[in-house]
């Protein structure tokens, strides 16, 4: 069977964007069990309530929720199982120093899931939690550019604007 070449997103978290700020991006992969990657295959998994966490000098991912594989047996794995993250040294450094930096307030969410090359791949954000008057304000400002690009295009096409009230 040929090898998958390319980038095959299976899930993404939405919520995570919308609730925080996302400073920096990092590609991790996954230590997973072999029902874990059928079901990847298969789409079945959740990222809502997902957090990585630092654990003796590793990356842990809580929460991130893979169902079982249908056609498994007594060897299927457990649906919310905590699964180490696998990253290089320098990069595990270089989080957990943000992580720990007195007053920061960072944590680390998986943003989506994907298959790259064949291979099972989580992207993380190095994050701060938005206040609801941030996110309120986030709207605001994505409804009016909507509304901007809106009355560019029809200018561009020579129309005139038309409100219906």
Known sequence: MARETGRKVIATNKKARHDYTVLKTYEAGLVLAGTE?????EGRVSLVDAFAQERDGELLLYGLHIA???????TNHAPRRTRKLLLNKIEIARILDKLREAGGGYTLVPLSMYFSNGWAK??????RGKKSYDKRQALAERDANREIARELGRRLKGRTATRRD
Do not use: N
């Open 122 to 127: 989580v992207e993380l954000g190095l994050a």
């Open 68 to 74: 079982e594989y249908g056609y498994g047996t007594w």
């Open 37 to 41: 990657v059928k079901s990847l295959r």
